[in-house]
């Protein structure tokens, strides 16, 4: 039986998510967004998520961590996606 000393730290599930850092709504997928987090599209890793960002009609963006059973945003990492300005030239 494997025995865990009492001041390890248990490892707590992160999902990566972007987020509209003007609304702070999260991406949902399709060109959708919520401000519910539960709802946000979780992403593998970042790269994964910086790429789909950047194709999407918005403007500064964060790819953040989010833990559920803290409640906690780690930013990550943060860009430009094609705003809507772009979009609609």
């Given amino acids: ?3 865990v000393p009492e001041t390890v730290l248990t490892c707590l599930s992160m999902n990566i998510i972007i987020e ?5 709504k ?4 399709e060109g959708l967004w919520t401000e519910n987090i ?3 599209k979780r992403f593998a ?3 994964l998520a910086l790429k ?3 194709q999407e009609p918005v403007g500064k963006f964060n790819i953040v961590g989010y833990i559920g059973e803290t409640k906690q ?3 990550l990492d943060h860009g430009r996606g094609r705003g809507a300005a772009e979009i609609l030239a």
């Fill in 1 to 3: 039986m494997l025995v």
């Fill in 38 to 40: 539960a709802e946000g």
């Fill in 52 to 54: 789909a960002a950047k």
């Fill in 26 to 29: 999260f991406f949902k997928g």
């Fill in 20 to 24: 509209d850092a003007e609304s702070q």
């Fill in 73 to 75: 945003f780690i930013n």
């Fill in 45 to 47: 890793g970042t790269i």
